[in-house]
């Protein structure tokens, strides 16, 4: 990529707002794992600022900021969290980042079981529907978003049950004793909404799938809180699963292969083996990737 220096400012004639990109080099345009970084700032016609800020294919996100208070709000929250006058704009940049959904699918609650949970679910429903056409855009290509039938539904079941959270079909059952105790953790939607947009057969290599899953979840739509699992270089494997498997696959996307998640995806799709793939495609085992990525772990500790 060439390197850029560049401004790009828009005011309207209303002089309502005014619209920033900015970009100085490829180093500040891009955040230490080689992510690209978009930011957009916007005037509010009565005072206050608004940033816009979008990281790789993490959800982008406002600050608002208006007589010193600052707030930040998600792309997939309710644009109703906005002041009335910033809705419009945020409308525009929301648009202009790729932040509305190209398919609007449907989510249905249930919380008769836990209606304790209703509040959480709600705030987990707007991820669901922000976040399923993005994964199957990421996974299947743009084209297969299109192809979401206009009647699909996902459903959200909130159980009084032990462990954490599964999805089968199109439902996802989440335990409300668990979100009791962890009320921040919105990911676990995301990654049981990514196993809806895999809808894989069966699957052998477990652990490569779910590290697949989580890889979406921790370095795609969680990129920015750095949430990431501890690798112990001399106990942890790369069947480890889950977040473990995750920071691999992460090393594998940014050093050997780009497209390496929406290939494995396709292994799984047609039944076949990643240990397999992984071989005839790059030459090497996966417990050899799994050696120089070791080996490339500095001494900060990556814990979640």
């Known amino acids: 990529m060439k390197r850029l220096l560049y401004g790009i400012c828009f005011v309207a004639f209303c002089a309502t707002s005014c619209l920033c990109f900015s970009q100085e080099n490829d180093q500040n345009a891009k955040n230490e794992e080689g992510k690209e970084i978009?930011?957009?700032e916007k005037d509010l016609p009565s005072g206050g600022k608004i940033l816009f800020q979008k990281v790789g294919q993490e959800a982008a996100?406002?600050?608002l900021?208006?007589?010193g208070k600052k707030v930040e709000i998600d792309a997939f929250e309710p644009i109703s969290r906005f002041p009335e006058e910033a809705r419009p704009i945020v409308e525009e940049v929301w648009n202009q980042l790729g932040e509305i959904p190209k398919k609007t699918i449907k989510v249905e609650i249930d919380v008769t079981e836990a209606p304790d949970a209703e509040e959480w679910a709600e705030r987990a429903k707007s991820r669901v529907l922000y976040?399923?056409?993005k994964v199957v855009a990421?996974?299947?290509g743009e084209e297969a978003v299109d192809k979401i039938p206009e009647d699909f539904t996902i459903k959200l079941i909130f159980k009084d049950m032990d462990g954490?959270?599964?999805a089968a079909g199109r439902s996802i059952t989440v335990s409300s004793r668990y979100i009791k105790r962890n009320p921040l953790d919105f990911?676990?939607?995301v990654h049981e909404t990514t196993h809806v947009a895999q809808a894989y057969?069966?699957?052998?290599?477990?652990?490569a799938m779910e590290g697949e899953t989580d890889y979406i979840r921790y370095f795609v739509t969680e990129a920015r809180s750095k949430n990431h699992w501890r690798v112990d270089p001399e106990r942890s494997k790369y069947t480890d699963s889950y977040g473990i498997t995750a920071s691999y696959y992460d090393w594998i996307v940014r050093n050997v292969d780009a497209d390496f998640i929406k290939k494995i995806h396709g292994v799984f799709r047609s039944r076949g083996s990643v240990e397999k793939f992984v071989v005839e495609e790059y030459g090497k085992s996966c417990q050899e990737l799994w050696d120089e990525f070791i080996k490339s772990l500095d001494n900060q500790t990556r814990q979640n």
């Not at 057969?201 to 652990?207: A, S």
């Open 38 to 40: 978009v930011k957009i």
């Open 131 to 133: 976040w399923y056409p």
């Open 187 to 189: 990911g676990l939607v």
């Open 65 to 67: 900021d208006v007589d």
């Open 61 to 63: 996100f406002a600050t």
């Open 201 to 207: 057969p069966r699957v052998r290599e477990t652990w």
């Open 138 to 140: 990421m996974l299947d």
């Open 164 to 166: 954490v959270a599964y």
